[in-house]
Structure formats: C-alpha cells, structure tokens
C-alpha cells in the first residue's frame, strides 16, 4: 500500500487544499506479508474527517492504512476545514468541491480509481458521516454504500445541540438562518424522506453509534425511518463514545461488510 500526500489547487474553493491518499501497491516483501497489489479499476473509498480534524487524521488515528492494505482498496481522505461539507454561505463551495471537483481530480491524478459506481464509497466520522450520508443521497447514481460513524444526522430537528458546540454566527455562516434548516437542502432527514417519496436507487447504507455517544438519536432516527420505509440498511449500537476507540473498530467492520468481493469481479 502506497501512502501519498497531495497538495493541489482547488478551483472551486479558490485555495491550495491536501489530501491524503492510500493506494494499492504490488509488493513482494522478506519480512511481513507481500501484495498482489490490484492496480486497475481499483475500489475507492471517500474518507472524510470530523469536526477537529482534517486530511491527516483517519491515518494518525486510526488502522486505516492496514484494513485498506488487507482488502486492495483505495482511500482518499480530503480536507475540508469546518465547512460541513456545504457550500457554506461565505462562499466556500465545500460541497462542490466534495462531490464535482474532487472526484475529477483524483480520477486524472490517478487513473487506475475505478469509475463504477458498485465500485465507490463513501464514509465518515461524525461530521464526516453526516458528508458520506449526503454524498449518498445527492449523489446517489455514484455511490454503491456509504456509512456513517457517530453521524450527526437530524441535526436539523436539533438545533439546541448545534448552539451547544459552537456559537449561532458560525452554524449561519455554513447553513444559513438556523430558522430555516428544517426541511432545507442541509437537512438530511428532509433529503432522505423525499428520496423515499420518489423510489429514489438509493446506496447501501451502514449506520453505527457507540451506546454512550450523545449522538446515538441521531443514528437511531435514520435507521427508524429506513425500517418504516422497509429499506434494508445496517444498524449496530455497541458500548462506545464519541471517540477513536469506537472509529477505528467500526471502520473496519464497514470495510468488512462492503461487497468488495462483487465489485472486484
């Protein structure tokens, strides 16, 4: 496996931005296990952080680099500040580049990425879960799975949480007027209710929460409204909080439950 940092410009966001990135080698090694290293139409998983985090900190925290290793596929871990994976009303077109940009760019800088859908997928931690969930929503016709670690995801039903972590001057500046979040383009809830509504091909969906997590509702919502629907998706609680404990154990678990073995055939 290939670990590789990429600075590049963004001509959406109008900025430098980085990027860590884990590719599919072929090694033959003396010590340790060697790779058979696919290097052409190779899965890749779209990685985002948390708030707190950045391009650097699934590899710094986590054995992501192993569990990518073991099953021959790529990582693409961006950064993107504290923008929630929005275009934010400051003119940050973080949304943007996520789901337009970023994808092109990768594509040209490395080539053998796969471009089939059962081949893409996306996940995240937290905030980064509630980035994966609508990258699966929005973007549904690219994305085979995607998970959501401890994800924020009714937030819009929730707004004295927001106020909880930070001041009401920030939330408006990425989403607007928190008055009009409900039932907004930044309310994931709304998003998944109508794409239910509209028989919408939705991507395989992996949900987990730690049981001392105060975001665990949050999950729980989600799954509550896919069972009423009668839309098969995974939903597991375990003992766990809002921490790297928890990250690194079930992002391996979501690494595991792909259908890695369909794709790759």
């Not at 799975?145 to 401890?150: C, D, E, N, P, Q």
């Not at 009714?154 to 007027?177: C, H, Q, S």
């Not at 928890?246 to 391996?252: A, E, G, L, R, S």
Request: net charge negative.
């Amino acid at each position: 496996m290939a670990f590789l940092q990429v600075n590049m410009y963004s001509t959406v966001l109008g900025m430098e931005v980085i990027m860590n990135v884990l590719l599919p080698q072929k090694t033959v090694k003396l010590i340790g296990r060697s790779s058979p290293g696919n290097t052409t139409d190779v899965p890749v998983l779209y990685l985002l952080h948390g708030m707190g985090g950045n391009h650097s900190v699934w590899e710094r925290r986590s054995n992501i680099e192993r569990y990518a290793s073991d099953l021959g596929i790529a990582v693409i871990m961006p950064s993107t500040d504290l923008g929630w994976y929005t275009d934010t009303q400051y003119d940050m077109r973080y949304w943007t580049f996520l789901s337009q940009e970023l994808p092109k760019i990768c594509h040209e800088l490395f080539p053998q990425l796969s471009k089939k859908r059962e081949k893409t997928f996306a996940a995240g931690l937290s905030m980064g879960g509630y980035g994966a969930l609508k990258l699966g929503l929005l973007q549904s016709d690219q994305f085979a799975a995607v998970a959501s670690l401890s994800g924020p995801l009714n937030i819009a039903a929730r707004v004295e949480d927001l106020l909880a972590i930070r001041g009401k001057t920030y939330w408006e500046g990425v989403f607007g007027p928190l008055e009009n979040f409900k039932n907004s383009e930044h309310d994931l809830v709304f998003l998944l209710q109508k794409a239910i509504r509209e028989n919408q091909a939705l991507p395989k969906i992996f949900l987990a929460c730690g049981e001392q997590d105060p975001l665990l509702h949050a999950s729980q919502d989600v799954s509550a409204i896919l069972d009423e629907a009668t839309i098969s998706h995974f939903f597991e609680t375990a003992a766990g909080e809002h921490d790297w404990i928890f990250w690194d154990q079930w992002i391996q678990k979501f690494l595991l439950w792909l259908p890695l073995n369909e794709a790759n055939k």
